[in-house]
């Protein structure tokens, strides 16, 4: 494991830098033609990409899959602790970590723990609520995640003139969000 204080260092803002979505699959996909597939060895070389690109590289949004891992496991233990040295790596050099939260335009609610609702974007699947989908960042990796990215977020749901709008969903996940973060970041600074 990396040193506790390389952990918890806060990143510094140091001129222009880039944002990375760190959806680096390891589900065996296909990559390319030349048989290149997505396996967990393959993600990892990526997460060491992004950590040698140092300052240049400001916010990973790290993939959902790495919010996913079951701690019951040997395999979820075992990836568990290889992303926290990833994302410590990356921390190290000055990078945020951000994990990837889905929201379907606003309209799946922060909800109650355990709620899942009917993903309005895929109706045919079921997704955990927003809240749920935090908390599985904060509980595998508490304060190595320095913020919460939802995708998918509020649009349409919170324009007053259109049916169906829910006006506060959007302080209602940012509420959320920065009570988690403060749980978790006893250093971060809020105005």
Same mark, same amino acid.
């Given at each position: 494991?990396?040193?506790?204080?390389?952990?918890?260092?806060?990143? %510094?803002?140091?001129?222009?830098?880039?944002?990375?979505?760190?959806?680096?699959?390891?589900?065996?996909?296909?990559?390319?033609?030349?048989? =290149?597939?997505?396996?967990?060895?393959?993600?990892?070389?990526?997460?060491?990409?992004?950590?040698?690109?140092?300052?240049?590289? %400001?916010?990973? &949004?790290?993939?959902?899959?790495?919010?996913?891992?079951?701690?019951?496991?040997?395999?979820?233990?075992?990836?568990?602790? =290889?992303?926290?040295?990833?994302?410590?790596?990356?921390?190290?050099?000055?990078?945020?970590?951000?994990?990837?939260?889905?929201?379907?335009?606003?309209? &799946?609610? @922060?909800?109650?723990?355990?709620? @899942?609702?009917?993903?309005?974007?895929?109706?045919?699947?079921?997704?955990?609520?927003?809240?749920?989908? &935090?908390?599985?960042?904060?509980?595998?990796?508490?304060?190595?995640?320095?913020? &919460?990215?939802?995708?998918?977020?509020?649009?349409?749901?919170?324009?007053?003139?259109?049916?169906?709008?829910?006006?506060?969903?959007?302080?209602?996940?940012?509420?959320?969000?920065?009570?988690?973060?403060?749980?978790? %970041?006893?250093?971060?600074?809020?105005?």
């Amino acid at each position: 494991m990396v040193d506790t204080g390389a952990e918890r260092a806060v990143p %510094r803002l140091i001129g222009p830098r880039m944002a990375v979505g760190a959806y680096f699959p390891f589900d065996e996909r296909l990559l390319d033609p030349s048989g =290149t597939r997505a396996d967990w060895s393959w993600a990892m070389a990526q997460w060491d990409r992004v950590a040698q690109a140092r300052q240049a590289v %400001r916010l990973l &949004i790290a993939d959902q899959a790495y919010s996913g891992f079951d701690l019951a496991t040997q395999e979820g233990q075992e990836r568990t602790s =290889t992303m926290h040295n990833k994302f410590a790596a990356c921390r190290a050099v000055e990078q945020l970590v951000f994990g990837y939260v889905y929201g379907g335009e606003g309209k &799946i609610p @922060r909800g109650n723990p355990g709620e @899942r609702y009917q993903d309005p974007l895929n109706p045919d699947r079921q997704v955990a609520c927003v809240g749920d989908q &935090i908390d599985a960042w904060h509980k595998l990796y508490g304060d190595q995640i320095d913020g &919460i990215y939802v995708d998918f977020g509020p649009r349409d749901c919170t324009d007053p003139n259109k049916p169906g709008s829910n006006l506060v969903i959007r302080s209602n996940y940012r509420d959320y969000v920065e009570r988690k973060c403060l749980l978790y %970041r006893r250093d971060w600074k809020h105005d």
